[in-house]
């Protein structure tokens, strides 16, 4: 999203304003004296309640919400929220309204962090979450170059959580042998992760939703080093009928509207910070929900949500002209119309399993707030990898070298970050573990290869930054193929990324390069036309990060195009 664009959306309160209103709205709901619909967050059939889908005016009414611009509902759920979640015995400890009732805890001496990581999330469905929108963006700095390294749930994750390209974790695809969690073990990854940094560091670490592909029941009784506090879930892509390893205990949720993956994961959250704010610890929160992951179940609430919303066509939707492309993409038939309808009950879909996870956003935010944590708080939020359907007549999936799957949201807010930033500077998912330790204080391993994001919101145009970044692909197209997505490309590469331009160097030999200041859509390949200065040095750049560890990817990344 350019940051014309996000410039552009101004909030409808002040944070301040906004705090007092939530405030206000809690503590009035928390103490009984207001009701709440059962349709602004949770399903209870024992509990009689009000409907917001009565009240056409209603900002949680369903018809306001299924029609508004992306960006333009405001829902006041965040009493709702807390309220629904006891009531449904989804958090333990202090109750809200006891809660509601104490003066704030002392602010622990070092930042908490949250880091919130959805599923196959791309800029599109993004857009649809006000309450992100509102309560991350607008009070805090959005990445507009934010790429991941390998567009893949198991590969990105793991880079995540070691701040490592994907050549140095070993995690090339979603299943062994050379990727998924066994793989992960196997390469000794988990023994050194931020949680076992940011623990080693005195801080309350907690997972909350998916780890990494592969988890599952076998290993269900294993808690990660780093853990204090681990609620994995596994049959992962699950939005109901799936486990929970409940700190190495399995447990089973079912098909009750109170099972549904994303609010059970927003109870466990609130539960999380009540736990590590009476603790006076400073946390460390990883939240994993599955959406938008197909098969994208929506919660019951949310199911007629976006009954007209229209797939988006770009410029490289069912691109006509596939001539300069590599060969899986040539060979492919163009969109047909059944293919078009099919894309477009998946995009509602998606859109609909993201309004859980914007009133997760909220509830998390509402509950750092009324414990006392908001202001020493960082909240992180982005996703594994993005998301295409119909671009370049490719069918729905991702792990492909195109912005629909590697340009992904990214926004952090939190201290010392002026509210409503746009930082253009290429950002990487290698940089979130970084990141992270820089603001916890702790020091990250030599080996990583990733650098902190922090200078980009303190210094905006610092002195040194990286002028290009790797992308790849495994060739093993059998651990490729994930859950849900259509057949993929048969082919592994490496991409190198610059602010400007995207160079591929496909395993078919066939290579591509786009200008993406002058062709956003990549529809016009430069490889075979543009001038030697401009190429020169492009596949030996991308050798060299295709191989570097640590330090040297650094180097590599920083050193000027033309200068090996």
């Known amino acids: 999203m350019s940051a014309a664009a996000l410039a552009g959306i101004a909030p409808a309160l002040t944070d301040s304003e906004s705090t007092a209103a939530a405030d206000a709205t809690t503590s009035a709901r928390l103490d009984g004296s207001q009701e709440f619909g059962e349709s602004d967050l949770l399903f209870m059939p024992a509990v009689a309640v009000p409907r917001a889908e009565d009240d056409p005016d209603s900002v949680s009414s369903p018809a306001r919400r299924a029609t508004a611009r992306p960006g333009t509902v405001r829902r006041d759920t965040t009493g709702r929220v807390l309220a629904a979640m006891a009531a449904l015995g989804l958090f333990t400890g202090t109750s809200a309204a006891a ?55 198991c590969p990105s994750r793991a880079s995540i959580l070691r ?102 994961l927003s109870g466990l959250a609130v539960s999380v910070i009540r736990t590590a704010a009476a603790r006076r610890q400073p946390l460390f929160l990883y939240l994993a929900p599955a959406a938008p992951h197909l098969p994208a179940e929506p919660a019951p609430r949310h199911a007629n949500l976006f009954a007209d919303a229209q797939l988006p066509e770009g410029a490289a939707f069912n691109e006509e002209d596939v001539s300069d492309k590599p060969a899986p993409v040539r060979e492919r038939p163009p969109v047909t119309l059944r293919d078009k309808l099919r894309f477009e009950t998946i995009y509602r879909n998606r859109l609909r399993s993201m309004q859980a996870v914007d009133e997760m956003v909220e509830a998390v935010i509402a509950t750092l707030r009324e414990t006392g944590q908001l202001q020493n708080t960082y909240v992180i939020y982005t996703s594994d990898n993005g998301w295409h359907m119909g671009e370049h007549r490719l069918p729905a999936g991702k792990n492909t070298p195109y912005e629909e799957d590697i ?109 993406l200041l002058a062709d956003p859509a990549e529809l016009h390949n430069l490889a075979r036309e543009a001038a030697p200065a401009l190429v020169e040095g492009l596949p030996a750049r991308v050798t060299e990060l295709g191989k570097c560890k640590g330090e040297q990817c650094r180097r590599a990344e920083d050193r000027p195009l033309g200068r090996n």
């Open 163 to 264: 701040g490592q390209y994907p050549h140095n974790t070993g995690v090339l695809g979603n299943r062994p042998p050379s990727g998924g969690y066994a793989r992960f073990v196997e390469m000794g990854d988990e023994a050194s992760t931020v949680a076992t940094w940011l623990q080693g560091g005195g801080y309350y670490t907690a997972l909350v939703g998916k780890y990494l592909n592969g988890y599952d029941m076998a290993t269900a009784s294993h808690v990660p080093p780093g853990w204090s506090d681990w609620h994995a879930v596994f049959g992962v892509h699950r939005y109901f009928d799936y486990h929970l390893s409940e700190n190495g205990r399995v447990v089973n949720r079912g098909h009750a509207a109170g099972d549904y993956e994303a609010d059970v």
């Open 407 to 515: 340009r992904l949201p990214l926004v952090i807010r939190g201290p010392g970050i002026a509210p409503g930033t746009v930082i253009s500077r290429l950002a990487l998912n290698i940089d979130l573990a970084p990141t992270i330790a820089e603001l916890a204080h702790v020091r990250a391993p030599p080996w990583v290869d990733g650098r902190s994001l922090a200078p980009l919101w303190k210094h905006p145009e610092p002195q040194e930054w990286r002028t290009c970044a790797l992308v790849q692909r495994g060739p093993d197209s059998a651990t490729q193929e994930d859950e849900g997505d259509e057949p993929g490309l048969p082919w592994g590469f490496h991409a190198l990324r610059t602010e400007q331009y995207s160079y591929v160097d496909w395993a078919s030999g066939d290579r591509e390069l786009y200008d």
């Open 99 to 153: 809660t509601a009732r104490k003066s704030p805890a002392a602010a622990p001496v070092r930042p908490n962090i949250v880091l919130i990581v959805t599923d196959d999330e791309d800029w599109r469905v993004h857009e649809y979450m006000p309450l992100t929108r509102r309560l991350l963006h607008e009070q805090g700095a959005t990445f507009s170059q934010y790429l991941v390294t390998y567009s893949l749930c």
